[in-house]
């Protein structure tokens, strides 16, 4: 078919057909927007998608530029990764659920710790009390790791580990593990997150400065293809910048440029980026405008595709995958009527699986209320196994490539996506790596994210948007849902263990280890041969953090309304 | 003219979900009271001194943490210790928090609690009623 026909036609079907409907009977809104304020039009037809060529920006699946999926398979092969994030109280507690998980039929362990952890301190610190075990599992040293895997053979799970300023540390435990049970270091599988420029723009786990905390994500790059070959080195996320209030198109935007600058950090070091492309993965949000959603998981794999290759110069094929884990938007969860949660998680995660993820968290149905019960977290997981088994979704690859509207708006976030990754570049002249950290320095990322969670929270608050239950089809409710809660005495069990630790071990080895880690970290010395020695000899977390604070100094976020 | 109503938006503890104290701020700020958002990750002494040192009617706590029922209370009794008075000030707690525990709450002192999904027009008339019958009581 002609453009040319088409456009005859739909001009011929606006003012036959359209327009006398139109003044009978108008619609809804005078304006669509999805949720980045993309306004949306009433119809896409041949004639919006003419400049996108199928050869060069669709294509097939496994192949260059990747849009359709990673794999020339995808899900007729094997299903996306169902892993559940969880973790509370002390690692037992945590040891039975993921137990459970296992038996229910989860194919990936992904671990939630507690503040203290993720910030890098002990259970007995005085800014832990009260937060030791409350929103993830308490690990203070290689003891509660070893609970936490008692059972759980590292050569036949891969276990993701959502954990930043203490990345490496995480990282020497499980290999400390793997060293333990005697499965081979390149037989270990999973992914620390070891994001902190995210933590900057949103998430806020804020230990370390911004430059000695990509000195040190280099460091576990750099020690990490030698050692752990399969391990996932970093989860590139921008799930946390979108729950923070960003559009789509920031939370896509701002996790390329972060992509990028972890790439020119590594190029930077030397190290081979066809080496590290395959331990790189990313981390989305799903949220609740379907296609939008569709549309941003495509365009994340068709510009790291063209970044790699093109910009990077990347040659291996397998250095241009972007290859992701989704999670179903913990911002979009409401308090009031709770249940229907069920019924947005399922929306996001259908989102996730058209989009081509690689592994999947649905979350529960009562998480605006408290961490989810067992029977919230099975039916999360279910939701997963019916999209899987029952909806026949997987048994073909990318089944909305093609749809006029899809492929518009994958380009259309694409481009968007594109101008804010050059305003970053601008700002580190020509540089990515230096633009991000020039526009967490100049408050750029704060701002723009803060902006557009102010901006939907106005229009929720003018009903412009609505919520079900929440601003719409409310009720007087009075919560029915069983809450999980967790033992009020994990803080002070835990403080035991870790004193008892303490007193047991060999305290001149963990000086030792210590003396080196400081040693390496002024020198400029890749630090995580001395945090894996520290870990063995039982160093806790809040030493090792505390020696690369006293080296490299902490981090106070400047305040931006 | 009566004086404007102060209110102190705080982050207490580790956990750094701000999107909904930083929004929650601004549009009090908008609705015409005097908001000092103190930050992330404060000590429960950091905020209680803010508290006291600049004098507001309400102070607002914002977790998602699940470290309400050591925090809050804390911060309540440092101001205390500070030489402020908790009665006389408005409390609210704002985030994650079970329904099952608001009754605790409110006995340690807490004059609201908002969950997520509370409309911000429904906090600022809180705000203005409970900050008028603690006003005419004092």
């Not at chain 1, 710790?113 to 002990?122: A, H, I, K, R, V």
Request: glycine share 8%.
């Amino acid at each position: 078919m002609e453009n040319e026909d088409v456009r005859k036609k739909r001009e011929e079907w606006d003012r036959k057909c359209l327009k006398p409907f139109l003044e009978k009977s108008g619609e809804r809104q005078e304006k669509f927007e999805n949720l980045s304020w993309i306004e949306i039009d009433r119809i896409y037809d041949p004639s919006d998608i003419e400049h996108i060529n199928f050869i060069d920006d669709i294509g097939y699946p496994g192949d260059y530029p990747f849009t359709r999926g990673v794999y020339p398979t995808m899900y007729r092969g094997r299903f996306w990764t169902m892993r559940q994030f969880s973790g509370f109280g002390a690692a037992e507690d945590t040891n039975q659920r993921w137990k459970l998980l296992l038996k229910e039929g989860q194919t990936g362990l992904s671990t939630a710790f507690d503040f203290p952890t993720l910030m890098g301190l002990d259970s007995d610190d005085p800014l832990s009390d009260g937060e030791v075990g409350k929103v993830g599992v308490a690990i203070d040293t290689l003891k509660d790791f070893e609970i936490l895997f008692d059972g759980i053979p590292l050569d036949r799970v891969s276990t993701s580990f959502t954990i930043n300023p203490p990345a490496g540390i995480i990282l020497a435990m499980y290999t400390a593990i793997g060293d333990a049970q005697g499965v081979p270091r390149d037989q270990l599988r999973g992914t620390i997150q070891n994001d902190m420029l995210k933590e900057f723009h949103a998430q806020n786990t804020l230990v370390l400065p911004p430059e000695p905390s990509v000195k040190i994500i280099t460091d576990i790059f750099e020690w990490g293809v030698e050692n752990v070959p399969k391990f996932n080195l970093i989860s590139i996320s921008g799930y946390h910048i979108r729950e923070a209030g960003s559009t789509a198109v920031q939370e896509l935007a701002f996790t390329i440029a972060d992509g990028m600058a972890y790439v020119e950090a590594a190029i930077e070091r030397g190290i081979d980026i066809d080496k590290l492309s395959p331990q790189l993965s990313f981390f989305f949000n799903s949220h609740n405008d379907f296609f939008e959603e569709i549309a941003k998981f495509r365009a994340a794999r068709r510009m790291w595709a063209k970044i790699m290759r093109d910009e990077y110069g990347a040659k291996n094929p397998r250095s241009w995958w972007l290859k992701f884990h989704t999670q179903t938007a913990g911002c979009s969860l409401t308090a009031q009527q709770p249940l229907n949660n069920v019924v947005r998680t399922t929306i996001q995660a259908m989102a996730a699986v058209l989009g081509g993820t690689q592994s999947l968290h649905t979350n529960s149905f009562d998480e605006a209320w408290a961490l989810p019960s067992e029977e919230a977290v099975r039916v999360a997981l279910r939701t997963q196994q019916i999209i899987a088994y029952e909806s026949g979704i997987p048994s073909t690859i990318d089944p909305l490539g093609g749809s006029y509207y899809v492929e518009w708006l994958t380009d259309k976030v694409e481009r968007l996506a594109w101008d804010y990754i050059e305003r970053i570049r601008k700002m580190g002249e020509g540089s990515m790596l230096r633009g991000v950290l020039a526009g967490i320095e100049n408050g750029f990322f704060v701002k723009e994210i803060t902006n557009a969670a102010a901006r939907f929270q106005r229009e929720v608050e003018e009903n412009k948007r609505i919520i079900v239950g929440v601003n719409k089809f409310t009720i007087e409710e009075k919560l029915k849902i069983p809450i999980l809660k967790v033992d009020p005495e994990v803080q002070r069990k835990q403080i035991e263990r870790l004193r008892r630790i303490k007193a047991e071990r060999d305290n001149v080895a963990v000086k030792e280890a210590l003396d080196w880690l400081r040693s390496a970290a002024e020198n400029n010395e890749n630090v995580m041969p001395p945090i894996l020695e520290a870990v063995k000899a039982y160093a806790s977390v809040g030493e090792i953090m505390g020696v690369l604070k006293e080296v490299y100094g902490t981090y106070k976020k400047p305040i931006i309304i | 003219m009566e004086k404007k109503i102060r209110v102190l938006v705080a982050k207490v503890g580790l956990d750094g979900h701000d999107r909904g104290a930083k929004v929650v701020a601004r549009f009090l700020r908008d609705a015409g009271f005097e908001v000092i958002y103190t930050g992330l990750h404060r000590t429960p002494q950091e905020v209680a001194m803010a508290a006291v040192e600049e004098d507001v009617d309400v102070i607002g706590i914002s977790l998602h943490s699940g470290a309400h029922m050591t925090l809050v209370p804390k911060v309540l009794n440092y101001i205390r210790e500070y030489g402020g008075n908790p009665d006389e000030l408005v409390v609210l707690v704002g985030g994650i928090v079970p329904e099952d525990e608001f009754d605790e709450l409110k006995t340690k002192g807490v004059d609201g609690i908002f969950i997520p999904g509370t409309p911000i027009s429904e906090i600022v008339d809180f705000i203005n009623q409970k900050v008028k019958e603690k006003r005419n009581k004092a």
